[in-house]
T-cell receptor, first 113, second 114 residues
């Protein structure tokens, strides 16, 4: 049973436009969410996170929104740049579970010129 | 700081062979973990450790052993490799095992079992 779902395997966006990546979760115990970015042949790198006590967290061009009632979060990238082309993973965990991350299957973002 | 390092980068094994994937971190992190990434599956937790001498199973532990004798090192052992263990393996570390925190990942080991 996939507890964290990223239903869009891929997304193509023009440079300068907004990229919106979505993530849904089913486990009500999850209270901390992270987004990781992964380039080919490299390990994932942390992008941004959000605690369940917030509904929005912003870091430069990246904003994560959390809708707890819908068990849904989204990552907004504005403006999108060609260097943002990568696979984005949503991950979730629960406080007190030793930071065990449950990952989604990833969304491949391509930013075109 | 080198961060999280993994060796080897690539490995080909025959079914039944054993090997150890090495992972080291120089950030004095308490928490370390191993994930595998398979196509269409995302990353799945194999084993994790909250400190030297303490390990526990993750989501997919069968066929793998770990130990944590030092803070820096967290090797992953495949006792008898199977084709189902063909995957990319990532080691990660973070500064706190109790509270959620950012995990730092190594570059990965691509393993093929024939």
């Amino acid at each position: 049973d996939q507890q964290v779902k990223q239903n869009s395997p891929s997304l193509s966006v023009q440079e300068g436009r907004i990229s919106i990546l979505n993530c849904d979760y089913t486990n009500s115990m999850f209270d901390y969410f992270l987004w990781y970015k992964k380039y080919p042949a490299e390990g994932p790198t942390f992008l941004i996170s959000i605690s369940s006590i917030k509904d929005k967290n912003e870091d430069g061009r990246f904003t994560v929104f959390l809708n707890k009632s819908a068990k849904h979060l989204s990552l907004h990238i504005v403006p999108s740049q060609p260097g943002d082309s990568a696979v984005y993973f949503c991950a979730a965990t629960s406080t007190g579970t030793a930071s065990k991350l449950t990952f989604g299957t990833g969304t491949r973002l391509q930013v075109t010129l | 700081n080198a961060g999280v390092t993994q060796t080897p980068k690539f490995q080909v094994l025959k079914t039944g062979q054993s090997m150890t994937l090495q992972c080291a971190q120089d950030m004095n992190h308490e928490y370390m973990s191993w994930y595998r990434q398979d196509p269409g599956m995302g990353l799945r937790l194999i084993h994790y450790s909250v400190g030297a001498g303490i390990t526990d199973q993750g989501e997919v532990p069968n066929g793998y052993n770990v130990s944590r004798s030092t803070t820096e090192d967290f090797p992953l052992r495949l006792l008898s490799a199977a084709p189902s263990q063909t995957s990319v393996y990532f080691c990660a570390s973070s500064s706190s095992g109790g509270q959620p925190s950012e995990q730092f990942f190594g570059p990965g080991t691509r393993l093929t079992v024939l």
